[in-house]
């Protein structure tokens, strides 16, 4: 029989026999659309007649169906399923929901898996005298950086969202408005932040999960070529990589200039 996606209309042939059930889930091999197939009326209806798939609804995660932000089952599932299989969970995501859930998400455990990763460099930097200051100033100092964790990691997912979102308009590449971005990115971020409970290497493989998570979920929610989204996760990462190795490059001037100066004045 052949088949037609009811987003990008997409046609191609497809075997009858290779149906195993009536909710049988089929994606789009353009898009990459959920669809099931519909039932045929009249089951003496020729195999080459055309059916066009209904698109398979949303049915969000785990968390979007949690009964308090304390929901430590919904929150377990949803961030096992967004670290393993990101490509399912972010294609089932409920992006009509708003960003409210994502949100809590980010804000309760994205927060609570960064402050368990400063924890362990505090640790490690009390150990080996990094941190110079007595017991008092490091409790201290490390009480201002749990309260300013949530508004920090809020931030830099609104920044983050924008810029990247911004960048996919510009490559034609958005099906879905910022809140679909914005979802994406907060809940990667959110799941990614708890690899912080492996002590110090956790720190450091977070970031690096994190892209990936976004790359992938990313494609999925605006339905884009994987080519257009590395390039806007690539070109905020290139510029910040450019202002930095200017910063640096500034600097090291200026200490030229300045010793050329003292050479100058002693001669």
Request: glycine fraction near 6%; proline fraction near 4%; charged fraction near 15%.
């Amino acid at each position: 029989m052949v088949i037609r996606c009811p987003r990008c209309r997409f046609t191609s042939a497809h075997r009858e026999e290779s149906r195993s059930s009536a909710d049988h889930i089929l994606y789009c091999p353009r898009c990459q659309t959920p669809m099931s197939f519909t039932d045929q009326p009249d089951p003496t209806a020729a195999s080459g007649a055309e059916a066009v798939l209904q698109p398979q609804l949303h049915q969000g995660t785990d968390w979007e169906r949690r009964t308090s932000w304390l929901d430590l089952v919904a929150f377990w599932r949803t961030t096992k399923n967004i670290l393993f299989r990101p490509a399912a969970t972010f294609t089932a995501l409920n992006y009509e929901a708003g960003i409210r859930s994502s949100i809590v998400y980010l804000l309760v455990y994205g927060s609570l898996g960064q402050v368990i990763g400063r924890y362990w460099f505090t640790l490690l930097g009390i150990h080996y005298g990094i941190l110079e200051g007595n017991a008092l100033d490091n409790t201290i100092h490390f009480a201002v950086a749990v309260l300013l964790t949530p508004i920090v990691l809020l931030a830099f997912i609104l920044v983050g969202a924008g810029l990247v979102h911004l960048l996919l308009r510009i490559l034609r590449a958005t099906q879905r408005p910022f809140t679909a971005t914005f979802q994406v990115m907060a809940y990667a971020s959110g799941a990614t932040s708890f690899v912080n409970v492996i002590p110090i290497v956790g720190r450091f493989i977070m970031p690096i999960w994190a892209l990936v998570l976004y790359f992938v979920g990313l494609a999925k929610a605006h339905q884009t070529s994987k080519t257009r989204v590395f390039i806007a996760l690539l070109a905020p990462l290139v510029f910040a990589g450019l202002f930095i190795t200017g910063i640096v490059l500034l600097h090291i001037v200026t200490h030229v200039l300045d010793l050329l100066e003292a050479i100058q004045q002693t001669i």
